[in-house]
């Protein structure tokens, strides 16, 4: 190869052109609050000296251009800065309002761990790592879900750069998102599967809550006064609020399927179940799952059970599904009372706004109350 052959690379693309107009830190996007940013504005010198001297060759980086993974290369700054990024590394720049910013790390700065940052940094000059890294960064914003994505870095050339590391490293984001979900969501409907085979409710019931819970969820959503409630937690309690009764599994059939009323011990026993739910989830990822298990049978005026907690000290996953689970229950007809309607269910958790129910949640309910009724008439057992 030629040194004719190695064009420089032409950053004429409108993201790439608009790194030439970052000046300061502020439009870097950084907080003000760590050392790192002194390191990062005294190293913005030498980069700009090593992103004149180094540019990727252009038969190369024509060949990522259809690549279907993000890909970009970067030098070997502090702040790896971009000498190159490919249509979809920039497309997912711009998904999770990353772009135009001319570093690696002035992108990921406000989204992931500085821990995260300081690793990738320590791998461009260590020789032990290989000069690479490889890891998970979280990328979230209030209005899409968690992106969870594998970052690997590697060298691309070894020539020594200022800092005696390679002078370039090239970035491939692989986006496993999907993929994890999936993982988690089958480790539930295992656990589910297991449960339905014990308790004396139907799968339709374990449905139903779900939907309840993920409409009330993004009731709540749209009227903006619950900021923990983001397109993660709308998307979790989708499918975890059907993990309410699991711990079920772990009570005696005898009480389960008793057919009159239960007596002092058998009850004592029977609320046993959030707590042996919430055993059952302490090991998955996401905390709600075992919230809503240990919870859900807890009142807002700190009478319920397994811990009589009150008001706010109840995870507001947990009131939520509360609210599903007693609307369905007073819909579903028992052995023990008949199955009420839509009104008189809505009016009887109006009633107990304050005592068993978050009244703020009952009001956002009550306004949306059709969706429950929807959702029972298109899911009967
Ligand atoms: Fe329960
Ligand atoms: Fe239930």
Known sequence: MSEEDLEPLELDDENLDSFETIETVEELGLSEDSGLLEELEEDGAECEALGE?????????????????????????????????????RKFL???????????????????????VEALRQATHDPDSGFSWKGEIHIKTRDTLTALIKLHMYPFIEESGGRGGPRAFWIYLEDIT???????????????????????????????VNRYSQHLAEALYNDGRW????????EDISYLAAMHDVGKIGIS???LYKPGPLNEQEWKEMREHPIIGALILSSYPIKMAQEIAKSHHEKWNGSGYPYNLSETNIPLSARIVTIAD???????????????????SVSRIADDAGTHFDPDLVGVFVAMAEDFRRIFDSNED
């Open 326 to 344: 007693v609307y369905d229950a007073l819909r579903m007809r028992r052995s023990y009372k008949p199955g009420f309607d839509h009104k008189v």
């Open 178 to 208: 999907a993929e994890r979900q999936q993982l988690q969501r089958d480790y539930i409907d295992a656990l589910l599967k297991a449960s339905l085979q014990k308790d004396n409710d139907t799968g339709k019931h374990v449905t139903r």
């Open 227 to 234: 900021p923990r409630v983001d397109r993660d937690f709308i």
């Open 94 to 116: 711009e998904r999770y309002s990353l772009g135009a910013h001319r570093s690696l790390i002035a992108s990921i700065w406000n989204q992931v761990d500085k821990s995260v």
């Open 53 to 89: 001297a180094f540019n990727p060759p252009s038969w190369l980086t024509t060949s990522y251009e259809k690549m279907p993974e993000p890909i970009a290369i970067v030098d070997g700054s502090l702040s790896l800065t971009y000498l190159y990024q490919n249509p979809l590394f």
């Open 253 to 255: 059939e005898a009480i």
